[in-house]
């Protein structure tokens, strides 16, 4: 890291803590523990040169003393997310072992070092912490508290990190099934898409035993460059339905503003540039605006996905009488899409179902 990078990092550390300090002033009616903030104050990766290898062979239990890097890790799910992930972890030094519904999907990892397992149960059983990034609340379930499942490999003194987007009542059912073998559970999900987590700079949002967050503090900054702790299990789950949400509607939004300009024949191209430099610039605009309007839409996070999470925030809001008519006109939208088709495709195809031929499907 160069002095002038790390100047920056330290500022911006010091612009969030005025942030946050603002935060407390003007609203103290929140709970100590639903203050979210970013515990790390400089990106670790730069300042990481530890070999860890050296520490991985203690045996079962007595080694989850040990911290994150010198642990034994389970990774389960190998995904678009799980696979980068994994990754990295292999990349920094650290003993992974992998597992994958789909094995064919462990075979780069490894070649890169990996151990294999034939299930999560074997997984579990051999490595310190186990984490997951499954695609649903019924895989996440079904890998962790299935036959062969995680939780019937684990015992006190492990833990499970479950870094997959799913509901808060999922997040807790893992949990009391974790729990009960005596090992520690956190709830882990993660903003940013496939390209973050192959740079390492996802956001996690973690909430569940504190003990293991910081155990693990260290394998989170290898693959992220945030990570926020929210307090008991379920609270990572929701602050990750709401964020994708207004990410979901955000889309919703995008598109028809594009099929808009385009059809009072404007440069859909030129608003897209326009809105990058106003007040609504996202990067997601800017990253994915140019090929949507080419009607490319190369999967980074699946459609299928976005429209679970939609569809898991409305049962969220449903659950404390809170109207969200934005987000439930978003999911219908992108539920057009999916029975047009495009379930596998990037979420930014819900401008598809904006089109004539998914408007109309008859004619
Ligand atoms: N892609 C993205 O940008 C982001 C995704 N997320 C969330 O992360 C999670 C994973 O996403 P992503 O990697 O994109 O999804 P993928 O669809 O690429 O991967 C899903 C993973 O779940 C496994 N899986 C699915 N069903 C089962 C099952 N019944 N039993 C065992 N394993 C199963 C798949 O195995 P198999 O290979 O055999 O199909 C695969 O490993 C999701 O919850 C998603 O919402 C969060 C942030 C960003
Ligand atoms: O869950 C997916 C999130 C994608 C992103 O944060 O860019």
Request: net charge positive; hydrophobic share 40%; aromatic share 6%.
């Amino acid at each position: 890291m160069t002095a002038l990078a790390l100047v920056k990092s330290h500022y911006s550390h010091q612009l969030s803590s005025t942030a946050m300090a603002m935060c407390s002033s003007f609203c103290p009616q929140i709970p100590n523990q639903l203050r979210a903030r970013p515990i790390c104050p400089f990106p670790p990766k730069p300042l990481f040169t530890l070999s860890v290898n050296a520490f991985s062979s203690q045996t079962s239990n007595a080694s989850a003393k040990a911290d994150g890097l010198s642990a034994r890790i389970g990774f389960l799910g190998l995904g678009i997310m799980g696979s980068p992930m994994a990754q990295n972890l292999i990349k920094a030094g650290c003993d992974v072992t992998v597992w994958n519904r789909t094995k064919s999907k462990c075979d780069p990892l490894i070649s890169l070092g990996a151990k294999y397992k034939s299930s999560p149960q074997e997984v579990a059983v051999s490595c310190d912490v186990t984490f997951a990034m499954l695609a649903d609340p019924e895989s996440a379930v079904e890998v962790a508290c299935g036959k062969h499942g995680a939780a019937s490999g684990l015992s006190s003194g492990k833990g499970y990190v479950d870094v997959s987007t799913v509901d808060g009542a999922t997040a807790k059912l893992i949990s009391g099934h974790v729990r009960a073998t005596g090992a520690s559970f956190l709830e882990a999900p993660v903003s940013g898409s496939k390209k973050p987590a192959e740079d390492g700079q996802l956001i996690f949002l973690t909430a569940g035993d504190k003990s293991l967050y910081e155990m693990a503090a260290p394998l989170l900054d290898v693959m992220g460059k945030s990570r926020f702790y929210l307090g008991d299990v379920g609270n990572g789950a929701a602050m990750k339905l709401v964020v994708n949400m207004i990410m979901g509607s955000m889309m919703a939004s995008f598109s028809e503003g594009l099929l808009l300009s385009e059809k009072v024949g404007l440069d859909p191209s030129v608003l897209v540039e326009i809105v990058s430099q106003g007040a609504i610039s996202a990067p997601m605009y800017s990253t994915k605006g140019p090929s949507m309007i080419q009607s490319l839409y190369p999967t980074a996070f699946p459609l299928k996905h976005q429209q679970k999470d939609l569809r898991l925030a409305l049962g969220l809001a449903e659950s404390v009488s809170q109207p969200t008519p934005m987000a439930a006109a978003a999911n219908e939208l992108y539920k057009v899409a999916k029975s047009g088709g495009l379930s596998d495709q990037d979420f930014s195809a819900v401008i598809e179902a904006l089109k004539a031929k998914l408007q109309n499907p008859a004619k």
